[in-house]
């Protein structure tokens, strides 16, 4: 059996050149190549026959099974993740809330509102000039990051698929999204919100944090929790002087929260022509149980020799947070020897993963991540007909909402977007989503 590393597109797909075994990102990606008889279906008893450590943590989360089965057949070993840096929270000029005279980290939606107005009118940077603002959003890239803490004061996600009464419902369209327009709207009018939240990037306002332009983002917990996180970093090299500090996602009306991935993570499927060779498929087990399972195979894999190219951060310590060594500190260069190329990613299990993490920045994920409950009720599960709606929807949600914060259509017309929204598919898929959840994910 061949092993090497490839780049699968769907061009690749085409053209017939499927690998044995790959990783997908989302179930949306497995639903497409599954219709197009690429994949073979597995059978559940084979993956906790053939990795039964992996098998006993992933199956607590046996939602994830549901999100990758389709006319009731397997067709992906779901991944997991269950404590994510990722996850976002507030993270705020502790500076500026010092020189505004606020001397307690925000929590409720009110005292939210009250230190964004203190750093757009106070002059917090201490210049003598009206230029700065609370914060921003993105609402091009998404429908806007930097206000899903806003939105989850009000107990909505927009994009996210949520059980409300027993019934499914898109959070774009719920009543309470409404609410939260209004909020952010009235910010708007206010000068607390910087007008460039259209066109703006994750990347650029961070900038504007760094560069004294907002005094509140929303962040990676894992970018912002600790000394070393990336966020934290880069503020002390653009501004030294500057000083953070991170919270609790506001608690509003509807409750607190922030847009979440859930336990979701990649998706490790086969290739079809694997079927008329067991084995190989006995094979390809053997690596997805040692990819898992056995701590020698998956730090080759993952991190490469230890003491060569890798250590643990604390010296003499046999576990923990680990670093890599001077020479590998960057990916291309641990490309260059294989590193990472092999490796399957959060595949592995949960007490390797206890082993091999940094036990300060699990206690700030569990601190302030708002996971579990905070979202997808369909664990991000590809419905019947996303590819006919799903990304013209969104686009018109980004167009709508975008409109309603800066104040460009009245906020009167969200009825109208609600009816528009249902009209071009949003409907379909509600009635999809009802019918998915009612089979695979009520509990």
């Not at 959003?137 to 806003?150: I, L, N």
């Not at 206010?190 to 703006?200: A, C, K, L, Q, S």
């Not at 990347?203 to 332009?213: E, I, Q």
């Not at 947070?321 to 595949?347: C, H, M, W």
Request: net charge neutral; aromatic share 12%; hydrophobic share 35%.
């Amino acid at each position: 059996m061949k092993i090497k590393p490839v780049k699968v597109t769907d061009a690749s797909i085409a053209s017939g050149d499927v690998p044995d075994l790959f990783m997908l990102g989302d179930p949306a990606n497995v639903s497409a190549y599954q219709g197009q008889g690429v994949l073979l279906n597995i059978d559940p008893n084979m993956v906790k026959e053939k990795m039964p450590e992996y098998y006993k943590d992933v199956e607590q989360s046996k939602a994830l099974f549901q999100t990758v089965t389709f006319g009731d057949k397997l067709w992906a070993i779901p991944m997991y993740i269950d404590l994510k840096p990722y996850d976002m929270t507030m993270l705020w000029r502790k500076d500026w809330l010092d020189k505004v005279g606020i001397t307690k980290l925000p929590e409720t939606l009110e005292e939210f509102e009250k230190a964004i107005y203190a750093f757009a009118k106070q002059d917090p940077d201490g210049n003598g000039k009206n230029d700065t603002y609370g914060l921003t959003g993105t609402a091009t890239s998404t429908w806007s990051t930097g206000f899903y803490s806003v939105f989850g004061a009000y107990g909505v996600e927009p994009t996210l698929w949520q059980e409300k009464n027993g019934q499914i419902v898109n959070g774009s369209i719920m009543p309470e999204a409404k609410d939260a327009l209004a909020k952010l709207r009235q910010w708007y009018v206010d000068g607390v919100i910087d007008p460039e939240f259209i066109t703006d990037t994750q990347d650029t306002y961070r900038k504007k944090l760094y560069n004294n332009r907002i005094g509140a983002i929303e962040e990676q917990i894992g970018r912002a929790a600790l000394e070393d996180g990336a966020t934290i970093v880069s503020m002390k090299d653009v501004n030294p002087s500057a000083k953070l500090a991170i919270s609790k996602n506001p608690v509003g009306p509807g409750g607190s929260g922030n847009w979440d991935w859930g336990v979701k993570s990649n998706y490790v499927v086969i290739g079809n022509k694997v079927k008329d060779d067991p084995a190989k498929l006995n094979k390809i087990f053997e690596i997805l149980r040692a990819q898992s399972s056995d701590e020698e195979t998956i730090n080759m894999t993952s991190m490469g020799v230890k003491g060569t190219n890798w250590d643990f951060a604390t010296s003499g310590t046999t576990s923990g947070a680990t670093k890599y060594l001077p020479g590998f500190e960057k990916q291309e260069q641990r490309d260059s020897i294989g590193v990472r190329l092999f490796s399957l990613g959060n595949i592995t299990t949960r007490s390797y993963r206890d082993k091999y993490s940094n036990p300060k920045l699990n206690e700030a994920v569990r601190t302030y991540s708002s996971a579990p409950h905070w979202t997808d009720a369909l664990l991000f599960a590809a419905l019947p007909s996303d590819g006919k709606y799903k990304k013209d929807l969104t686009a018109l949600t980004q167009k709508y909402f975008a409109q309603f914060i800066s104040g460009e259509i009245p906020l009167s017309d969200f009825d109208k977007y609600v009816a528009e929204w249902k009209a071009k598919g949003g409907n379909d898929l509600t009635k999809e989503a009802n019918e998915m959840y009612q089979k695979q994910f009520k509990k």
